[in-house]
């Protein structure tokens, strides 16, 4: 086999473990033998058409920088939530990245996003299948909304799952101080998929503090039912907390959330969120009459390295380092994946499927991992995410602050 | 001296700390071999009148258990918002009171509090010393909010601190990933003094990343000069952070958060008081038009102890332990402080103050800790918050979430 570099890039939201990836790829590069210099694209294949690279074999020649790298937050290489074109339309853009390629000598790209960045990687790839041109292209998923199909779940999301279930502990702690009725609404992210929403169930499950109700977008949402739900929780304790995905809607399909909103959308035409958890304090300030507050746990959820899930950790610089090899094994087309094994305790291997069968497809929280009432999970749900929190990253600290690397 | 029983209870906003100080309070009385029982008050001074006890010298005599309560968020005991009448109103509450200490054999009361707990621990103290009753009457001071004067600075500051360092960290590091103009208002508590939103300087002091600008509610707030601070940010990067205490004003005295020009309407029809960073969120957009988002760190600047700094509560627990000490020494209708040494590096040292001369009273971020364009602190600030949020506490988990203790 002729030796070859290969390309490396991160798109779409960042997560607390998409650097992670980064580093398992730098690790496999390296290991490899087989790849002579592994480029960072920066800002994704925005930084790629402006030719924007960096050398990661010789910015991450140690360990301690790869270490280091693993527990820094959100994408070291930038981002992008550029979309590529439709194959049939008659754009160059294609032929202008794979003249990059081939000035670079190109001859192993690796993708790690989401939905959208495997939409990338499946028009890369079937572009250079019909063109012919020697490249193997892969994708590596990354989101903690743990939203994609085919794989038993994301990196990212067990380390966004172990901070919101954290908390949303700590909050029902604090809440709980007052004897005087109260209702504490979270807003977990979770557009259309309400896996961070239902991480919320493990606080109570193992610290014995957490949601009393938790709400997910896969159900419809009634706002008599809600109110109903807290009053009947208010029999038996004063303070009540709400966990709530913000892509909660109404039956008719409209956002709990979309009343703030002015109509904005993203690139991709998803509608803008902010207000889901802030709507449901107005409604039950008015249906209900008492102290009621609301916590968007935001940004810190995919950005929280503080407090990292070893599992998710170990498992995303796996997965990337995993990605060398079947580039190397001459896959392409094809988005890594996880395969889970429960005998003998939890298990995880390293697969992979092709990425069309990815791309633009959204995995949703099963019915069987939802109550009946739609008011919160059940133990299998539980289940499910459990193993994926589990154990805890050390972080190096410095002037009492989290070290973090960068790359300029 | 004749043994004894005391009391101790917790009051105000619950921080990370206040159940640190706790565990001081049960060990000094544990040691000192002069205190026979000590009671825990439920929810404060409210609890002590309805009668609602527990046994602390019972429920933690082990260290193990102590060691726990030290990491476990919010007020163990509860909390309550309750102000004691003026002593020269005709009520008979403070004959309850002492009615009950009589009963008891209560000989040392310990309140953890802030401002308007140490105003308890100021009437029961000029009450105790009118009746001449032989009880030593102990504030301990606590508040995420630092705004307690006579003190160095309080516990649970430093703990909060770390978190809003960190978390602002972060925050910056993910939104700094895309290269569209995009401006970020994170919102820290703090309605009138602005030392939690400085505590966001140590971000970019020792992690690289943080906030560009930081507005104190210390300084009167201009909509323009914000505006004209962002555009001058955006000449060099174009990712703007900012982070802004909720208490910031306008200069007529009007909160930004409840300003009318900037806020918005719930759909029950309500002025809705959206909060500071919202509020400037639209003013951003308003003026700006650039991608805007607003971050409230809400809750878990208080409760968040899954991130504690370990000088915060080494001293939160020792300023607990110290207060039975002072008690036990005759002491009475004082608040313990902190006062610093910065020869040969920082050393605390604990003494009192009168509490006369604590409660009601604020301490603000001086001016010579704010920069002379009032949009960020100066290196005297830094300095100052430092040596408070250096170390890291170690947390107990279990199945991947934090383990509390709880007392029922």
């Given at each position: 086999m002729l030796m070859?570099?290969?390309?490396?890039?991160q798109s779409g939201g960042p997560t607390s473990a998409i650097n992670a990836t980064l580093s398992g790829v730098i690790r496999g590069a390296g290991k490899s033998g087989k790849i002579n210099?592994?480029?960072?694209?920066?800002?994704?294949?925005?930084?790629?058409?402006?030719?924007?690279?960096?050398?990661?074999?010789?910015?991450?020649?140690?360990?301690?920088?790869?270490?280091?790298?693993?527990?820094?937050?959100?994408s070291a290489l930038g981002s992008c939530r550029k979309k590529?074109?439709?194959?049939?339309?008659?754009?160059?853009?294609?032929?202008?990245?794979?003249?990059?390629?081939?000035?670079?000598?190109?001859r192993y790209f690796f993708y790690i996003g989401g939905n959208d960045s495997m939409d990338t990687v499946y028009k890369l790839s079937e572009y250079a299948r019909s063109k012919r041109y020697d490249i193997k292209i892969v994708g590596i998923p990354k989101t903690i909304d743990n939203d994609l199909p085919c794989t038993d779940h994301?990196?990212?999301?067990?380390?966004?799952?172990?901070?919101?279930?954290?908390?949303?502990?700590?909050?029902?702690?604090?809440?709980?101080?007052?004897?005087?009725?109260?209702?504490?609404?979270?807003?977990?992210?979770?557009?259309?998929?309400?896996?961070?929403?239902?991480?919320?169930?493990?606080?109570?499950?193992?610290?014995?503090?957490?949601?009393?109700?938790?709400?997910?977008?896969?159900?419809?949402?009634?706002?008599?039912?809600f109110i109903e739900s807290i009053e009947k929780c208010f029999e038996t304790h004063p303070n009540v907390v709400v966990v709530v995905s913000e892509g909660v809607r109404y039956e008719n399909g409209e956002y709990v959330g979309a009343s703030k909103q002015n109509g904005m959308v993203d690139v991709f035409g998803h509608r803008y969120l902010a207000g889901t958890a802030k709507n449901l304090e107005s409604l039950v300030k008015a249906k209900i009459g008492c102290?009621?507050?609301?916590?968007?746990?935001?940004?810190?959820?995919?950005?929280?390295?503080?407090?990292?899930?070893?599992?998710?950790?170990?498992?995303?610089?796996?997965?990337?380092?995993?990605?060398?090899?079947?580039?190397l094994d001459g896959k392409t087309g094809i988005m890594l994946t996880f395969v889970r094994s429960n005998e003998g305790g939890y298990k995880?291997?390293?697969?992979?499927?092709?990425?069309?069968?990815?791309a633009n497809k959204v995995?949703?929280?099963?019915?069987?991992?939802?109550?009946?009432?739609?008011?919160?999970?059940t133990k299998e749900c539980v289940d499910y995410i459990s193993?994926?929190?589990?154990?805890?990253?050390?972080?190096?600290?410095?002037?009492?602050?989290?070290?973090?690397?960068?790359?300029?």
């Open positions: 070859g570099n290969a390309i490396v890039g210099k592994l480029y960072g694209m920066k800002n994704g294949i925005e930084g790629l058409l402006n030719e924007e690279f960096v050398d990661l074999s010789y910015l991450f020649s140690d360990e301690e920088k790869l270490s280091l790298l693993e527990t820094t937050p959100a590529l074109p439709n194959l049939d339309t008659p754009e160059d853009i294609f032929d202008k990245i794979f003249a990059i390629f081939s000035k670079l000598d190109i994301t990196p990212g999301f067990g380390s966004a799952a172990k901070f919101i279930a954290t908390a949303v502990a700590e909050i029902a702690t604090d809440c709980a101080v007052y004897k005087m009725k109260a209702v504490t609404i979270i807003e977990a992210m979770g557009r259309d998929a309400g896996w961070l929403a239902a991480a919320a169930a493990l606080a109570k499950e193992y610290n014995g503090m957490g949601a009393d109700l938790i709400y997910l977008p896969e159900r419809p949402f009634y706002d008599n039912e102290k009621v507050r609301s916590v968007e746990l935001n940004l810190l959820q995919r950005c929280s390295s503080h407090i990292l899930s070893k599992t998710d950790i170990d498992e995303s610089a796996l997965i990337g380092e995993s990605a060398v090899s079947f580039a995880i291997e390293i697969s992979s499927v092709p990425v069309s069968s990815v995995k949703f929280v099963p019915k069987s991992y939802i109550n009946e009432e739609g008011n919160n999970v193993p994926l929190i589990i154990g805890e990253k050390q972080i190096k600290y410095q002037n009492g602050v989290p070290v973090h690397i960068r790359l300029k």
